[in-house]
């Protein structure tokens, strides 16, 4: 009786988890390709990567779990965040909020963070003309900074951080 209400319980969660994943646009098990030039809400993603053309403008966040995050040039997004999967973003772009739980942050030249970039488990590389305005953290990772401004704390608990030719960082 008790083995028979568990599956029960689980078949409706499961069931009600399918019915509302269209609703945020969540996808499964598949790539997302955003074109270059869109303007669109956020997309997340299971077991799939995210991959957004360049020019586009996301008025929403990027999730994915057990995937990636590839931005190209001049981007603009409000948030992006991964669990088990890396970020890249490119060249010209904005981003909000940055975060990775297992992964790593990649930042190209002249990238904008107005927020702040949290990692844990994974590395985190900012390089010349980047800009974060607020903090940057990682847990059990390494930081890299090479010419990129920090407006924020610099973070670590068990990380490795490299600071080459940086402008402005400040560290607590």
């Known amino acids: 009786m008790r083995k028979g209400i568990k ?3 689980f078949s409706a969660g499961l069931a009600a988890l399918l019915l509302i994943a269209p609703a945020y646009a969540l996808d499964m098990n598949k790539n997302i390709r955003i074109d270059a030039g869109s303007n669109t809400g956020g997309q997340s993603s299971v077991n799939g990567n995210i991959f957004v053309g360049k020019g586009s403008v996301i008025d929403g966040s990027l999730e994915t779990v057990n995937g990636s995050i590839r931005v190209e040039e001049d981007v603009t997004l ?3 965040e991964t669990v088990n999967g890396t970020i890249r973003i490119a060249s010209g772009s904005s981003v909000e909020d ?3 739980v ?3 942050i990649r930042l190209a030249e002249n990238v904008n963070i ?3 970039i949290q990692v844990v488990n994974g590395n985190i590389s900012l390089v010349a003309g980047s800009k974060v305005a607020d903090d940057v953290s990682n847990v059990n990772g390494e930081i890299s900074l090479s010419g990129a401004e920090v407006g924020g704390n610099l973070s670590t608990v068990t990380a490795t951080c490299h600071l080459m030719m940086a402008r402005r960082c400040v560290a607590t």
């Open 7 to 9: 599956i029960a319980s």
């Open 78 to 80: 409000k948030n992006a």
């Open 98 to 100: 940055v975060s990775s």
């Open 102 to 104: 297992n992964g790593s």
């Open 114 to 116: 107005t927020g702040e």
